[in-house]
Nanobody, 120 residues
């Protein structure tokens, strides 16, 4: 059974930093594209960042230069470093795994999410 368990969410002031982690189990982690999505209140879920099996990263324009995604295949964990956060970054952040090269085209597994709240 595949599990993606997020951690690291919480309350942070605007301009601050936070690191999210997602521990994966039940899948061949190194063979998956891993990513993060987020859903703000009353908005649709949106892509944030991804890192594929070759460690190539992609980002949404709204977070480029502020967020950094990374993976540790030895620990089956993907991270999202959030820097210079803004109130509009407030959302539930979801970890995702895909067997496809482009995660936004197909997500095979989802985590349950972790809430990030940015205060102004």
């Amino acid at each position: 059974q595949v599990q993606l368990i997020e951690s690291g969410g919480g309350l942070v002031q605007a301009g601050g930093s936070l690191r999210l982690s997602c521990a994966a189990s039940g899948l061949t982690f190194s063979g998956y594209t891993m990513g993060w999505f987020r859903q703000a209140p009353e908005k649709e879920r949106e892509f944030v960042a991804a890192v594929n099996w070759g460690f190539t990263t992609t980002y949404a324009n709204s977070v480029k230069g502020r967020f950094t995604i990374s993976r540790d295949n030895a620990k089956n964990t993907v991270y999202l470093q959030l820097n210079a956060v803004k109130p509009e970054d407030t959302a539930v952040y979801y970890c995702a795994a895909s067997g496809a090269a482009v995660i936004s085209s197909r997500v095979d597994y989802w985590g349950k999410g972790t809430l990030v709240t940015v205060s102004s």
